[in-house]
């Protein structure tokens, strides 16, 4: 049976209240105890930030791809009545996407929502609700309408829930008395309501508190004396503060000089402000100003402490639907005094511990008798540790499970008899749902912009696992290629990815994407161009908003820092919604030595890297070597990680071929292709860059040619930063042009013969994320000399002569020793290094981010 | 990967369709009779567009002599809708069904 649990309850308003703490117990319990029943979940993505959460809480239970997101068009919180077209519409979106998840039942732990935000919950609008079972907390604004439905927008709203309610299969109470109260209010039948009860959280329990937490508790919160505690979810009248105060005045100066009355709840502010009412009532009552404390909201660690270091905690409320917190007071060893009305005698459990709330003087003399008469407070502690044993989530949640059960069974029963599938009997196809949206604009007018953010919501929902996307960032490919060791990369797998998805992984669409005008797009005008397709192709493509759905993959291929530690809240989102957003790591270096660039630079990239272990699901290293120096990153630098990302690595490819590469001779090639070969020449490819070691090789070389040894020494690459002097020094260098040649920007096509003309590489980089040179090298018969680093024993093996040391004489050594090795014919020969093509490393690259989910967060 | 950080150039201003159309009809680029006919209208219309993004009958009659243009134009509403090509499908079949709706509605109190 699949059971769909629409968990709004947790991420709107409420979540801060009971019905919270409710709807996150019971389906956590739900989902532990489901054998065999498929549990998922929906979650509304007008609450971004608690489907992380969520997603977090249910990471051990429920695969991530159960956990659906649903969008609606914003905002619908029914307090406005200008919000009352897109509420509507909001419902049918709901409802349609609920239906699309195909469930055998549905359950709605929280209908009464969305007054003042902006949940949506209903049954009933486009869809029939008789597999929906909807948890009824209780009827108190129906049976006390003056008080809770004091304006028509409000009382509308309650009654169209109520309304609503009407349509569900199964209720379920959360206690005997509001499954009554449904009975006798509702005219429910009684077979279709079924008490499942409620359970307090593991962590409700008796602690033992140290001396120092107790005292800081207490001046963290202001308390000076012994406690009698009230920790309600709310202020509403029946919550019977001013009763409590009058009570707690009638009690013995004696008595209230040694205690305070602490009331743990969060306070409202602006106009129903509760602070100001309190301490109203608290004049009224006689009450000194150091008797009443107000906490204001307490997290629950610190609720829990406050529960264990009360002497007394009250619950005087005159209508509950359960009574959630003295049920979490006894289970920290309270002693536990609560009203003898609705829900309340059922959670406590014995009449001794029960007052009239409508009685001060009843509740003074009992709260009395707890506080002076030492064996009775001991008789309410026995007691509630024994009364919570009767209440459980687990026992909850197996209660609901097995009346969702039988609800299926009389479901399937009854689809029999009419011959009438479940599902025919829907209207659930999203012509249905535009229609029932576009008849609502026949009674409330609805702007494009409202038909556009419908529109949205719908190919939100709509979307489905036959069209997932990988989405590959190429954003900075597509604005400029620099032609750098990275672009060559991105080009190749681009390449690769194309030739490659289809046949690999057919399930899923390739669609490279670039952020422009403030958001995604495809970039379809750059692939045009890419491909070399038609003029008019290229021409009439256009850069379509890039549509991302929750199935999808982000592959952050491209490094575009600035945007991705800019965007982090996007693909924060993303994550949220179950998109999986992987980035490839090329290095981490200026982590470790931020020296080897100018001060922004190495911001920027300690930004980037901030940014990505924050919000990735998986980092994809391009060598074992960054992928080990990641994970010590990250264990010394834990930050407030909500969960840490995967850490993964593949290898680079190095055939030129496959990369797309550059064409063109300059018109010197050939003599300069001539002088390379006159005599040994030492290669070196990359980027001047302080850390490439170019320093080093010029002063090596000098050494070299002061001891008449007769070499090139040949520099490819641009002149990076902080390399100007170097530049000029080798301009004026008076070997510059005959053995010291420096060809700075040149063609794939050029490179590749100054491979072959070249005797030995040199990579003395003291530090890089693969060394992609040593490959291309190898691929041209070419002997290494490098430095010995792990990255480059990692690609090079046996297959290179490694030196050590920073001096020139240090290299020029080394070079003198490889020249006598290869007098003899002993030099170690990169022929067999095992190197892999741009394919192989694109097909290393696609199980690590397309793999089945299994994230846990 | 700091090689990289160094290429990196700040993203163009990229023109917008508007002012892409515009200089299209200013340099002529709209072929034969068309042109004379649709060109002072497509000036207006690109006025219009701009200030209002989703005035959309007045592209519809004037683009109606270039598929290709009006396709163009309604890749530029949804973007300026912020909605994806395939939720800007879905956003002109709700506005079909809302007027259908409203039509049948106006049509039910006549008779």
């Not at chain 1, 008797?291 to 829990?304: C, Q, R, S």
């Not at chain 1, 055939?655 to 006159?678: I, M, W």
């Not at chain 2, 949804?78 to 509605?105: C, D, H, Y």
Request: charged fraction near 25%; include cysteine.
């Amino acid at each position: 049976m699949r059971i769909l649990i629409d968990l709004q309850g947790a991420q709107c308003d409420s979540r801060f209240r009971g019905i919270g703490r409710y709807s996150l117990s019971l389906a956590l319990a739900m989902a532990r105890n489901a054998k065999g029943h498929e549990i998922w979940l929906a979650l509304s993505a007008a609450f971004p930030q608690s489907i992380l959460d969520l997603r977090h809480a249910f990471s051990e239970h429920i695969p991530q791809e159960r956990i659906r997101v649903f969008s609606i068009p914003q905002p619908t919180a029914e307090v406005d009545p200008a919000n009352a077209w897109r509420a509507r519409a909001a419902e049918i979106i709901r409802e349609e996407f609920l239906e699309s998840i195909q469930p055998d039942v549905i359950h709605i732990p929280s209908l009464f929502e969305g007054y003042g935000d902006d949940a949506v919950a209903s049954l009933g609008v486009c869809t029939k609700g008789y597999k929906t079972a909807v948890t009824l907390h209780d009827l108190i604004p129906l049976l006390d309408q003056e008080s809770y439905l004091p304006n028509p927008v409000i009382r509308d709203y309650y009654f169209r829930k109520i309304e609503s309610i009407k349509h569900a299969g199964l209720l379920l109470a959360i206690s005997d008395s509001s499954r009554k109260e449904a009975i006798h209010a509702l005219s429910w039948p009684e077979d279709k309501i079924v008490n499942t009860s409620e359970g307090s959280d593991a962590h409700f329990q008796v602690l033992d508190i140290t001396p120092e937490r107790d005292k800081s508790i207490r001046l963290q919160y202001g308390m000076t004396r012994k406690i009698v505690l009230y920790a309600p979810g709310g202020f509403d009248s029946r919550k019977n503060f001013d009763g409590l105060m009058k009570a707690y005045a009638l009690l013995p100066s004696t008595i209230r000089a040694e205690y305070q009355l602490v009331i743990a709840s969060r306070l409202s502010k602006g106009s129903d402000d509760s602070r100001t009412k309190l301490y109203q009532w608290r004049d009224q009552a006689g009450l000194k100003e150091d008797e009443l404390v107000l906490t204001d909201f307490v997290p629950d660690d610190d609720l829990v402490i406050l529960y264990n270091i009360a002497d007394l905690f009250v619950f005087p409320s005159k209508h509950e639907g359960f009574g959630l917190p003295p049920l979490e007071a006894m289970a920290c060893g309270a002693p536990t005094l609560a009203s003898n009305t609705s829900s309340l005698p059922e959670v406590i459990g014995w009449d001794q511990a029960l007052f009239d709330p409508h009685s001060p003087p009843d509740m003074a003399r009992k709260m009395e008798q707890a506080l002076i008469d030492s064996a009775f407070r001991l008789s309410l502690k026995e007691h509630a540790l024994n009364q919570v044993k009767n209440f459980s989530w687990d026992s909850s949640a197996k209660r609901a499970i097995a009346a969702l059960e039988a609800l299926h069974v009389k479901n399937q029963a009854a689809s029999a008899l009419t011959k009438n599938t479940a599902d025919s009997e829907q209207m659930q196809s999203s012509q249905n749902g535009i229609h029932a949206i576009a008849c609502l604009s026949r009674t409330a007018s609805s702007p494009d912009s409202d038909l556009a953010k419908a529109a949205a919501a719908i190919a939100f929902n709509t979307s489905t696992k036959q069209n997932r996307q990988l989405l590959v960032d190429i954003t900075e490919l597509s604005r400029h290629d620099a032609k750098s060791g990275i672009q060559r990369v991105v080009r190749s797998l681009l390449l690769e990815l194309i030739k490659q998805m289809p046949i690999a992984y057919p399930a899923f669409s390739l669609r490279p994407i670039q952020f422009d005008d403030h958001q995604y797009r495809y970039a379809n005008r750059f692939m045009a161009r890419f491909l070399k397709k038609s003029a008019d192709e290229q021409k009439n493509s256009l850069d379509d908003i890039a549509e991302i759905n929750q199935d999808d993959i982000f592959f952050g291929l491209d490094l575009v820092p600035p945007l991705v530690t800019k965007q982090q809240a996007l693909y924060q989102q993303w994550r949220a919604y179950g998109v999986q957003v992987y980035f490839v790591v090329y290095d981490i270096l200026l982590a470790h030595r931020p020296d080897w660039a100018p001060e922004e630079a190495s911001a920027v990239l300690s930004a980037w890297l901030d940014a990505v272990t924050q919000v990735a699901t998986g980092l994809v290293c391009i060598s074992n070597s960054v992928a080990n120096e990641l994970r010590i990153w990250l264990e010394q630098n834990p930050r407030n990680r909500p969960t840490l990302p995967t850490i993964s690595f593949f290898h680079l490819g190095a055939d030129l071929v496959s990369s797309a590469p550059t064409k063109g001779l300059p018109k010197n090639a050939l003599t300069t292709l001539d002088l390379l070969k006159k005599r040994q020449t030492f290669l070196s490819v990359g980027t001047f860059e302080p850390r490439k070691g170019h320093w080093q090789m010029l002063k090596a070389f000098e050494d070299l040619w002061a001891k008449h040894i007769d070499v090139n020494l040949v520099l490819i690459g641009k002149q990076g930063w902080m390399m100007l002097p170097y530049a000029q020094q080798l301009r004026k260098h008076p070997e510059f042009n005959k053995r010291l040649i420096w060809l700075d920007a040149i063609s794939d096509e050029y490179l590749e013969k100054i491979y072959s003309a070249s005797s030995c590489l040199i990579a003395a980089s003291e530090g890089e994320g693969f060394g992609l040179p040593l490959i291309e090298a190898a691929s041209h018969h070419l002997p290494i000399i490098a430095r010995d680093l792990p990255v480059f024993r990692e690609v090079a093996g046996e297959h290179a002569y490694y030196f050590s040391g920073l001096s020139g004489e240090d290299l020029s050594k080394a070079v003198i020793t490889w020249l006598d090795l290869l007098a003899h014919d002993a030099t170690p020969k990169s022929d067999h290094m095992p190197h892999l093509t741009w394919a192989q490393s694109c097909a290393q690259i696609l199980p690590l981010i397309l793999r089945p989910s299994k994230e846990k967060l | 990967m700091m090689t990289k950080l160094q290429n990196q150039k700040p993203a163009l201003k990229k023109p917008t369709f508007h002012s892409r159309l515009y200089a299209a009809v200013m340099q002529g680029r709209l072929t034969g009779a068309i042109k004379k006919r649709i060109k002072p209208r497509l000036i207006r219309i690109g006025q219009v567009a701009m200030k209002s993004p989703i005035s959309k009958g007045l592209f519809t009659w004037a683009l109606s002599f270039s598929p290709r243009l009006q396709s163009r134009v309604h890749r530029v509403l949804w973007s300026e809708l912020q909605l994806s090509t395939r939720a800007f499908g879905i956003f002109e079949n709700l506005k079909k069904a809302v007027e259908e709706s409203t039509s049948s509605k106006q049509h039910a109190h006549t008779d």
